[in-house]
């Protein structure tokens, strides 16, 4: 069975280690500062969905590409 590993995880900028980074995750933001990873299959499905109801809502064929750009980020950042 596959271990379940949360979506996005968030490390401190730690001076003293080697690589500059907390050796603690955590599953949200602990405080400001925090820098976020997320898991790649994660932001690809995320991606894909935001694509899928892109097309099928027929907002691919009436927004230029700074729109579509700007909705798509919008919506990869999850607001």
Do not use: H, Q
Not at 3 to 15: D, F, G, H, M, S
Not at 18 to 47: K, N, V
Not at 72 to 78: A, C, D, E, P
């Amino acid at each position: 069975m596959k271990a379940k590993a949360p979506e996005e995880i968030y490390l401190l900028p730690e001076v003293g280690n080697p690589d500059g980074l907390s050796i603690c995750w955590y599953d949200a933001p602990y405080r400001t500062g925090a820098i976020e990873y997320i898991r790649t299959d994660a932001f690809i499905e995320r991606a894909e969905e935001f694509i899928y109801s892109a097309l099928n809502d027929g907002i691919m064929g009436t927004a230029n590409i700074e729109d579509f750009m700007r909705l798509f980020k919008k919506y990869m950042k999850g607001k």
